[in-house]
């Protein structure tokens, strides 16, 4: 080995030329004299101070300014302003091309000097003459040389280069927000409507659109705010069914907190838990927007994070496909078992926002993929993951719910999850949930995600009982008035009750629902409504019950409906505080809409009730509402167009009223007077 390295060096030694110290010289001579000849003048520099150029003309515009008046010295600086904006510019670049042409002459001197094998520029500066140390130091001078500005093109000396266009053009979102919700209940007299007929709701999309507009700073659209939503949001221990029943109902009744002469009769629902280890194989279809306006990075990248998520609670025996639509729809990952996260995870990846939003076809598409996936005792589900922008063909949310209605019979339920805000159509989503056996959520964080997608799964996937319908029927002889608080968009027509083909809501395993009645006692001083004239006045029934509550709901996979029966007695239940702590965020929710119901009652109260009721809070979801409440609070009272918000003027006392301006055309016919307020 060393051998050769000795060869190697000989051989190397043998084929460099030796140094030639004349041409050295030479090249040297030239590249000094080039150097000089590029500097302009040659002579010595004269023994002034060498000023930059720009401050050596501020000092002649500051002058210039001092001998005018202070008329013409404005209308000077006005023009220098508007000068400047077009000289700064082109300065710096010719600063920028002078420092390309140093590094160009730099270079050239390296190569002259680099021939001869004596290390390039380094060996030439050591043996640099003095005029060469003088031409360098005028050329480190700030001020711009002329040579420089010639080597320019006169549009490089004129005009910048302009930057690249960006190639992604994104869209521009509006705000086209669309929410499904309908009047407040009205309060109505038992002696007309003794009875009250609804449908169960177990979403919870709403409240997440509270909590992303609050956290924005900006209080939530009423129409956004559905109470049945916010109070479902929450879990609640409430008594479990007992024998082979799939839910319990518990009924209690307990003073209204803001009012003392009513009462509220509190419903709660619990549904039965299956053993986990029993649980039948699940086929999910991921059907995924993936249009222009999902593009934001709470839309399709968080709805990634959010099913990757998922995919850890999945088993070895339960399948995963992805669907997606936007110019067209399309299948982009077949059937595959959720073993291979992998696989399903690649699949994901891959996606991209671009194009508008086919939903008629991505929803075809997604339910012939489930068509294929289904086999007996199993679970299949579309979830369709989207923003609610359904812009193309099948817009309409009448069609859509004729749609789903024709495919919730073969056993494939649809679930909604919502992302994003500015374009949320969240009338669209609920009818798509509503129609199709499923669940509507909004999910606006990776929190959320996990409360829906792992931590509630077995309650959003998997039902026990279908078209849950309930029915209150109030006794005149104890009860004047009532309201139902939240539900407006699921009020069903009293015979709807008894008749199966009409649907309802259905209940997942594990899942709680709650509804709430105010009622109001005969000889109540809160009574509002006023006996007809001309009605019955004698009451038939004479017991001492508050009414008597009905449910109809159906098996999975059954047609026929079941009934369960209950009375509602006075003073009925226990007050605990999952009870208590519904009770304050159906308040809440009544103070995001307005509602007149709650006199003097106020965001305040609403927070110490719920404070007062929190309990343990496992999940830290209780103490997230009080967090909003108040926030609410706070921007309740900044906002002029609340019930009770200070006006403008006493929100700033310290604030001169603004002057009102008067009309310039056409002219007044007198002088305006100076103090016009």
């Given at each position: 080995?060393t ?11 043998r ?29 010595a520099?004269r ?22 008046s202070?008329?013409?010295?404005m ?19 010719l ?14 001197l ?21 005029p060469m140390?003088?031409?360098?130091a005028?050329?480190?001078d ?16 004129l ?7 960006d ?51 900006q209080?939530?659209?009423?129409d956004?705010?559905?109470?049945e ?14 024998g ?62 959010s099913?990757?998520?998922m995919l850890?609670?999945?088993?070895p ?15 982009v ?6 073993s ?5 995870e690649?699949?994901?990846d ?5 194009g ?14 489930a068509?294929?996936?289904a086999?007996d005792g ?21 069609a ?37 056996n ?12 996990r ?16 078209a849950?319908?309930?029915?209150i ?27 199966d ?14 509804a ?17 004239r ?28 079941q ?28 103070l ?13 109260q ?15 979801y ?24 200070p ?31």
């Amino acid at each position: 080995m060393t051998d050769e390295i000795a060869r190697l060096r000989a051989e190397l030694a043998r084929v460099t030329p030796a140094p030639d110290p004349a041409r050295r010289a030479a090249n040297l001579r030239l590249a000094e004299k080039n150097f000089d000849a590029l500097q302009g003048s040659v002579e010595a520099p004269r023994p002034i101070e060498r000023r930059p150029l720009m401050a050596r003309l501020l000092d002649g515009v500051t002058k210039m300014i001092s001998l005018m008046s202070p008329r013409g010295a404005m209308i000077a600086t006005t023009a220098l302003v508007a000068v400047g904006a077009l000289v700064i510019l082109p300065t710096d670049v010719l600063l920028q091309n002078r420092g390309a042409q140093t590094d160009m002459l730099s270079s050239e001197l390296e190569s002259l000097s680099g021939g001869n094998g004596l290390g390039g520029v380094m060996s030439m500066e050591t043996a640099a003459p003095a005029p060469m140390a003088a031409s360098r130091a005028r050329m480190n001078d700030t001020q711009t040389d002329m040579s420089v500005s010639q080597a320019l093109a006169p549009q490089e000396r004129l005009f910048p280069p302009m930057p690249s266009p960006d190639p992604v053009i994104r869209p521009i979102e509006g705000d086209t927000e669309a929410f499904a919700n309908a009047e407040v209940n009205p309060l109505k007299s038992v002696q007309e409507e003794p009875v009250s007929t609804f449908s169960v709701d177990v979403d919870t999309a709403s409240y997440s659109v509270v909590r992303s507009s609050l956290t924005r700073g900006q209080m939530p659209p009423p129409d956004a705010v559905r109470i049945e939503e916010m109070v479902n949001y929450f879990p609640y221990s409430y008594p479990a069914p007992e024998g082979d029943a799939p839910f319990q109902p518990t009924v209690t009744v307990l003073p209204t907190p803001w009012n003392a002469d009513t009462e509220l009769v509190h419903i709660g629902i619990q549904g039965a838990l299956p053993a986990t280890e029993d649980r039948p194989p699940l086929n999910l279809v991921f059907l995924i927007d993936t249009s222009g306006s999902m593009q934001a990075a709470n839309k399709l990248p968080l709805l990634k994070q959010s099913f990757r998520m998922m995919l850890g609670e999945l088993g070895p025996d339960d399948q995963v496909s992805i669907v997606t639509y936007a110019g067209s729809a399309g299948r982009v990952l077949d059937p595959t078992p959720a073993s291979e996260r992998a696989t399903i995870e690649a699949a994901l990846d891959r996606l991209e926002a671009g194009g508008g939003t086919a939903g008629q076809a991505g929803l075809q598409q997604a339910y012939a993929t489930a068509a294929e996936m289904a086999e007996d005792g199993e679970v299949t589900r579309v979830i369709l993951a989207t923003d609610g922008d359904f812009n193309v063909w099948l817009s309409d949310p009448d069609a859509l719910k004729d749609f789903i209605a024709d495919q919730r019979d073969s056993g494939t339920y649809l679930s909604v999850l919502g992302f994003g805000r500015g374009n949320l159509d969240d009338a669209t989503m609920q009818a798509l949930a509503q129609n199709g056996n499923g669940q509507a959520a909004y999910i606006d964080t990776l929190s959320e995600a996990r409360k829906v997608l792992v931590d509630q799964l077995p309650v959003a996937l998997f039902p026990i009982a279908n078209a849950v319908k309930i029915q209150i029927e109030f006794n005149p002889a104890t009860i004047a008035e009532y309201r139902l608080i939240g539900y407006e968009t699921r009020a069903l027509r009293r015979e709807d009750f008894n008749n199966d083909r009409v649907d309802a809501g259905e209940i997942g395993a594990g899942h709680q629902v709650t509804a709430i009645y105010e009622i109001t006692p005969v000889g109540s001083p809160a009574v509002r409504i006023d006996d007809l004239r001309y009605g019955t006045s004698e009451v038939t029934v004479t017991s001492d019950e508050i009414g008597f509550l009905r449910m109809r709901y159906k098996t999975p996979g059954e047609s026929e409906s079941q009934l369960i029966e209950t009375p509602v007695m006075p003073g009925e239940g226990t007050v605990s505080d999952d009870i208590r702590f519904s009770t304050a965020i159906a308040g809440f929710g009544q103070l995001l809409r307005n509602d007149s119901y709650l006199g003097d009652w106020g965001y305040s109260q609403a927070i110490n009730l719920a404070n007062s009721a929190r309990g343990e809070d496992t999940f830290g979801y209780r103490t997230e509402a009080v967090t909003l409440m108040r926030l609410a609070e706070a921007l309740d009272r900044n906002c002029p167009n609340k019930k009770g918000a200070p006006s403008p003027r006493r929100a700033h006392p310290y604030r001169k009223p603004r002057r009102r301006s008067w009309p310039t055309w056409p002219p007044l016919p007198f002088p305006r007077p100076y103090h016009h307020w």
